[in-house]
C-alpha cells in the first residue's frame, strides 16, 4: 500500500513543525504539501528546514486548495475560522481531515460536522493517546461516584501564549465527567469563581485555568468526596505525543467512510465499542 500523502497546515508554527518531525518518522505517511498564511516569510521555505530536520524536498506554500486536490489528508491545528475553511476544502476534495484545533465555537462545531458529510474529520480536544485514556477513567469515576458526595473540578494549566480557556483537553474532560453523571455540561459547568460565590451547588463541574511560562499541558480532574480524594492527571512534556497521535489519526482515518469522528474512535475506546 501506498504512503499516506499528507498536507500540513500552519506548518511553521510549532504544532505544525512537530507535524512535520512526525510524519517523517511513522512508516505509511509523507509530507505531501505544507500550507502558511498569504504574506508569510516563510513561504518558499523547504519546510524541513524550517522543522529543524534539514530539507525535504517541500516548499511551503499559500494556496490549500491545490495541495489538497493532491493529498489524502490534512493535518490542522490552527484556528477555528481557518479550521472551518480548510474542511469545506476537504469535504471538497473528499479527504481525510484530523482537527487539533480548539476554541471551536457552536457555529464552527456545527460547519465542520456538516463538512463531514463528504470528508472523513478526526476532530479531539487532545491527540494524545494516555490524554484519551483518562477521559474514559475520568467517565468511569463519575459513574460510579455518587454525585451527592463526590464535587468534580478540573484544573488545567499551559503556557503563556495559548489564547482559549479553559482548553480544549479540559473541555474533552469535562464532557467526559459530564456524560458519566449522565448530565449536559454546558447547564452543569462552573468557568470561574470570584467575590462571595456561596456554597458550591451540587453536580457542578468546575474549571480552574493556569497560563504561564511554557507548560505544554497539564489536567488534573479532583473527585472530592467526604473525607477523600481521588486525583486524575495527565502531564504533557512534549508537543510530539500530539502530533504523534494526529498522525496515527491520519492513517486510521484513510479510506474510512466520511464521518465526524473522534480519537476515542481510532484508539477503539468510543462508547460504542
Known sequence: MSEMKLVVVGAAGRMGQALIRAITTIPGATVAAAIERKGSPHVGKDVGQIAGIGPIGVAIGDDPLPAFAKADGVLDFTSPAATVEFAGYAAQARIAHIIGTTGCSDEDDAAIAAAARHATIVKSGNMSLGV????????????????????????????????????????????AAAAGREIALAENSVRSRDGHTGARKTKTIGFATLRGGSVVGEHSVFLAGPGERVTLSHHAEDRAIFARGAVKAALWAHGRKPGLYSMRDVLGLSRDA
Not at 469515576?141 to 479553559?166: N, W
Request: hydrophobic letters at 50%; proline letters at 5%; glycine letters at 4%.
Open 132 to 175: 484519551n485514556l483518562l477521559a474514559v477513567l475520568v467517565e468511569q469515576a463519575a459513574r460510579a461516584l455518587d454525585p451527592e458526595d463526590f464535587d468534580i473540578e478540573i484544573l488545567e494549566m499551559h503556557h503563556r501564549q495559548k489564547v482559549d480557556a479553559p482548553s480544549g483537553t479540559a473541555l474533552l474532560l469535562g464532557e
